[in-house]
């Protein structure tokens, strides 16, 4: 009999230990994230063990739905609760016949890669990325290299919310050995790095803490260490290479041991952030530009996928015009993007995140904060006579903000974005003005992208995965500029009751 779920369980009662929870907001538009709770946490769960259990039940049955082969790859991160979760999880897959190939503790592209490596179509990584202690998820797919979206979100959670999971025979569970080593060495096949660097590398005390040394020594990169030994209670700041407190850290240690570079993993290794070695933080998007321009000597007219959160330079860099590069601004989210990138035949997809796609034949086509790293390390071995701000510097001057998040509840962001877009069509349609500058266009494939003609821009969003909204602005002109679409932008908002406070501002 299949697990039925509710979403009114309260813990230390007897309910809560004999029925699945699972709150339904927690399916997202491309991955799922529960708040699971932490030590004297006044917000009450939105998932249990069994909950998680009527999870894998519901995956299960979505992959043979989906006529998927029945082999399912299954990590977690390094959270205190993320193994128990992951067992609960797979108890469910294997309910619903799935041959389940467990290779533990993991990055999101370890279990990627492990995909490709015990050749299994499925994968079902136990993280909650970069969000805050007491949150965790799960990034599913059926289609190496891609992961669900919104579509199978959607099934998926009629199928557990609906207690319309199947069981059936064939269930089986594997502990695999052994991956992380191979994932290893494929990173590092290029060979050690042909340029003495040292390189600041922080993982938060997130995941990539147990990975990212083996890999840098197998580069010959001297690495400066920087919160990479494990701690689930993250006691330094949340591994997130978007906050600028984690930016900062990297900074300072940048700065104190005279690096190269600085990186900065999230929580479960996907992204890859970057201070150059004066200090200063390289936001994700101005990093892809560079990026997209080596690519595009070696592969002229190359297609590249960047999400609406990122720099005008993809379009109107004079370099990339120069290699006949052509860029599409597309969905933010790493499925989105993957899948994007594959449909049109790009050669990499790039997010202001942080996360890069490296399609064929320079990758497999998921992203990899630690092959993001290496490209990077690629890139300064490929120009000996500059330095990472050089880099930065050879880059048309825009004045960018970082991704700012007001809080927002999950059941109504999409409602305040549909609204905010609205006003700004409205603006568009009446010939109307920012700073008097005209509204040259208003971008809504995801949110508004509000374009004015000087070439300045705001980005207005919801957040695919936690109860806020996104917003980003950037102007070629000025920082006056980019501050007075902010201030746009926050005024529109601030008008909603629904809009809390922003997390980070410019």
Same mark, same amino acid.
């Given at each position: 009999m299949p697990l039925v779920p509710r979403a009114d369980l309260e813990p230390n009662t007897e309910a809560y230990e004999m029925v699945p929870l699972v709150a339904p907001q927690g399916f997202r538009e491309y991955d799922a994230r529960w708040w699971f709770g932490a030590p004297d946490a006044k917000k009450p769960p939105e998932l249990n063990l069994l909950g998680a259990q009527a999870l894998g039940e519901g995956l299960g049955t979505l992959v043979h739905e989906l006529g998927a082969d029945p082999?399912?790859?299954?990590?977690?991160?390094?959270?205190?609760?993320?193994?128990?979760?992951?067992?609960?999880?797979?108890?469910?897959?294997?309910?619903?016949?799935?041959?389940?190939?467990?290779?533990?503790?993991?990055?999101?592209p370890t279990a990627y890669f492990a995909q490709f490596d015990l050749n299994a179509a499925c994968v079902a990584m136990v993280t909650a990325s970069h969000n805050d202690n007491g949150w965790t998820g799960v990034k599913m797919g059926v289609e190496r290299p891609l992961t669900f979206g919104p579509d199978e979100m959607r099934r998926l959670k009629e199928i557990v919310l609906g207690g319309l999971a199947q069981s059936r025979p064939g269930g089986a569970y594997e502990r695999i050995e052994g991956v992380k080593a191979r994932y290893l060495e494929d990173l590092a096949r290029g060979g050690p790095v042909n340029r003495p660097l040292k390189c600041v590398v922080a993982a938060g005390n997130g995941t990539a803490g147990a990975f990212a040394p083996e890999l840098f020594a197998s580069l010959g990169v001297?690495?400066?260490?920087?919160?990479?030994?494990l701690d689930y209670a993250f006691p330094h700041h949340n591994p997130n290479p978007e906050d600028m407190k984690m930016l900062h850290a990297v900074r300072d240690a940048v700065l104190e041991f005279g690096a190269d570079v600085g990186f900065a993993f999230d929580g479960d290794g996907d992204r890859?952030?970057?201070?150059?070695?004066?200090?200063?933080?390289?936001?994700?998007? /101005?990093?892809?530009?560079?990026?997209?321009?080596?690519?595009?000597?070696?592969?002229?007219?190359?297609?590249?996928?960047?999400?609406? /959160?990122?720099?005008?330079?993809?379009?109107?860099?004079?370099?990339?015009?120069a290699a006949g590069a052509q860029t599409e601004y597309w969905k933010t989210g790493h499925s989105y993007i993957k899948r994007r990138a594959r449909e049109i035949g790009a050669l990499a997809g790039f997010e202001k995140s942080g996360h890069y796609f490296f399609q064929p034949p320079?990758?497999?086509?998921?992203?990899?904060?630690?092959?993001?790293?290496?490209?990077?390390?690629?890139?300064?071995?490929?120009?000996?006579?500059?330095?990472?701000?050089?880099?930065?510097?050879?880059?048309?001057?825009?004045?960018?903000?970082?991704?700012m998040s007001p809080s927002c509840p999950d059941e109504d962001k999409y409602r305040v974005i549909e609204a905010i877009t609205n006003d700004y069509l409205a603006l568009k349609q009446a010939d109307g003005a920012i700073m008097d500058v005209p509204v040259s266009d208003v971008v809504t494939?995801?949110?508004?992208?509000?374009?004015?003609?000087?070439?300045?821009?705001g980005l207005v969003r919801a957040s695919s995965n936690m109860p806020k909204l996104v917003v980003v602005v950037e102007s070629p002109v000025s920082e006056e500029r980019m501050r007075g679409m902010f201030n746009d932008i926050q005024a529109r908002l601030a008008a909603r009751p629904e809009v809390g406070a922003f997390d980070q501002t410019i």
């Open positions: 082999q399912i790859v299954v990590g977690h991160d390094y959270r205190a609760y993320s193994m128990s979760i992951k067992q609960a999880l797979i108890v469910g897959l294997m309910t619903s016949g799935m041959e389940v190939k467990d290779i533990g503790l993991a990055l999101s001297e690495m400066v260490p920087l919160n990479l030994d890859c952030g970057v201070v150059d070695n004066e200090g200063h933080e390289i936001f994700a998007d /101005k990093v892809g530009v560079l990026l997209a321009r080596e690519f595009a000597k070696r592969f002229p007219n190359a297609k590249f996928v960047v999400d609406v /959160k990122s720099t005008g330079l993809f379009a109107a860099d004079p370099e990339l015009k320079i990758g497999r086509g998921y992203d990899d904060g630690l092959a993001s790293a290496i490209a990077i390390l690629r890139m300064l071995e490929q120009h000996p006579d500059q330095t990472m701000a050089d880099m930065k510097r050879s880059l048309p001057l825009t004045y960018s903000s970082p991704t494939v995801n949110g508004a992208r509000v374009m004015l003609e000087d070439g300045t821009w």
